[in-house]
């Protein structure tokens, strides 16, 4: 009898393990859920976007502190035209980010140095145009007094940051291409 009994004990205790395991999964599902729910409404606030934008942020990985570099995502594609970032248009994109209001060391400023390292994935390249003139026609607090006109400017300051001898071809062909891309698909999106 005493068998039975240490059995039936053990078996109540493999019991209650298994059910406080599965709480403890479901607690934290839960909390997951209400992290990326706070998430989206954070990025409704500042973007001034609802669905299915914020969704289509939310998978490109950007996030309430990250989403201010959205409007800079033409201006990191044009310093990639020419396959890397030199140093003067990183300086550029620096400076850039820091009159947007993106602070030394935060999450932004990380994502941007990762950016500058490494070339994002062309899908944040190919999905950001409709994103940002999203923004822009919402006039977020993100975007503030910013248009197409400007980004297309800031894209072209970075396009002349290197390259070419005593000011002559100092913008490559690859670069005019995507100046002009980037032009159009902002104006085109504006409409």
């Known amino acids: 009898m005493p068998d039975d009994k240490l059995f039936g004990e053990r078996g109540r205790s493999l019991e209650e393990?298994?059910?406080r395991k599965r709480d403890r999964e479901l607690i934290e599902k839960m909390r997951q859920a209400e992290a990326v729910e706070n998430a989206r409404h954070e990025l409704r606030k500042k973007t001034g976007l609802a669905d299915p934008e914020l969704q289509a942020?939310?998978?490109l990985g950007f996030t309430p502190?990250?989403?201010s570099l959205?409007?800079?995502v033409p201006v990191?594609?044009?310093a990639w035209a020419e396959g890397g970032i030199s140093s003067a248009e990183r300086d550029l994109l620096v400076r850039l980010a820091r009159s947007r209001g993106i602070e030394e060391g935060s999450a932004a400023d990380r994502q941007l140095a990762a950016w500058m390292t490494s070339r994002p994935d062309s899908t944040v390249f190919n999905r950001a145009g409709r994103l940002i003139a999203a923004m822009l026609a919402s006039r977020s607090q993100e975007v503030g007094d910013l248009?197409?006109?400007?980004?297309?400017?800031?894209c072209e300051e970075i396009a002349g940051?290197?390259?070419g001898m005593f000011g002559i071809g100092r913008v490559s062909s690859e670069e005019r291409t995507l100046l002009s891309q980037?032009?159009?698909?902002?104006?085109?999106?504006?409409?």
């Open 57 to 59: 942020l939310q998978e």
């Open 76 to 78: 990191v594609q044009t």
């Open 65 to 67: 502190e990250t989403v």
């Open 182 to 191: 980037i032009a159009a698909d902002l104006k085109a999106r504006q409409s």
């Open 161 to 163: 940051a290197s390259g």
């Open 17 to 19: 393990d298994y059910f």
């Open 147 to 154: 248009s197409a006109e400007d980004l297309v400017k800031y």
């Open 70 to 72: 959205l409007p800079l």
